[in-house]
């Protein structure tokens, strides 16, 4: 199976057409369908079905789709840690949780840019799941994340416990029973904290898995949530946003979890995790 292969059928994919995949690759459209006949034939499966507006995976083909990104982003891997260039002797592909970057992501990766100027540094946002996926298939060495979920040949992290904190953008707004409250998911222990400070409270009728976005939303509809209060700062400060300051507390853990066989070429490592305890 070759290289050119796979990225020739996860560019049918990513363009949804045999034609349109040809003109990403700059190769013709027989040449397309050539290799996607040796690709099947190779695997004894059908990928991909053809049909008037283009292409769609079949079950098998869904399947493989994971198996050719890991294969095609490994290869990435390879050519850039093997062919660093004068003055770079160590490669760090960061993946954050993209809630995590405003609070912890910037300034650790500003920190690692200062401090290690031979080390060449990439950064990756995803979820939860995707950050543990890549850290197994090894298309990141590091992730920050909330969900400290960590396997063999990997080092947990932990770090910063960040407030979670009830924001309103009015300064009366009523600790329960808000009809403008925003529910925003961080995680199973805080839902279960939550439940029960607020047994009484019902469903929000807005949620968001994401503090950003309900921060976006917040500033645009007003109304009030959850937040972590570094996310906030800038907001309670001007006034946007005011912290009801009766309502109960919660707290969120921030992990940093490590490939082991990446970390193993980075002794700056410790010192910094140190810093962000």
């Known amino acids: 199976m070759q290289l050119s292969t796979l990225k020739t059928f996860l560019a049918i994919v990513d363009t949804g057409s045999l034609v349109r995949a040809a003109e990403q690759l700059n190769v013709t459209q027989s040449t397309v ?57 160590s490669v760090c592909n960061l993946g954050c949780h993209p809630d995590l970057w405003p609070l912890l992501g910037r300034e650790l990766h500003a920190a690692i840019q200062r401090e290690q100027p031979r080390t060449a540094l990439s950064a990756w946002p995803g979820d939860n ?17 909330w969900q400290p979920t960590v396997r063999d040949e990997q080092t947990i992290h932990r770090l910063r416990s960040e407030p979670l904190i009830l924001v309103s953008t009015r300064a009366g707004s009523p600790l329960r029973f808000d009809p403008d409250y925003v529910y925003v998911d961080a995680g199973e222990d805080f839902g279960r904290q939550h439940a029960a400070a607020y047994a009484d409270a019902g469903t929000a009728k807005l949620t968001f898995g ?6 976006d939303h917040l500033l645009e509809h007003g109304g009030s949530a959850y937040l972590p209060q570094r996310l906030v700062t ?38 910094l995790v140190e810093r962000f305890i």
């Open 33 to 89: 369908t050539a290799r996607l006949k040796v690709l099947e034939g190779e695997l004894g499966q059908i990928l991909l079905k053809r049909h008037k507006s283009g292409v769609a995976l079949t079950s098998a083909g869904l399947k493989f789709k994971r198996y050719a990104e890991v294969m095609t982003g490994l290869w990435r891997q390879a050519l850039q840690e093997t062919s660093l260039s004068a003055g770079i002797d």
């Open 129 to 145: 799941a995707e950050l543990e996926h890549w850290l197994r298939s090894g298309l990141i060495d590091a992730a920050l994340t």
């Open 234 to 271: 800038a907001q309670l400060a001007d006034g946007r946003l005011h912290r009801l300051a009766d309502a109960p507390q919660f707290e969120r853990e921030a992990y940093l979890i490590s490939n082991d066989a990446a970390a193993a070429g980075w002794p700056w490592l410790a010192g």
């Open 210 to 215: 994401s503090a950003v976005w309900a921060l």
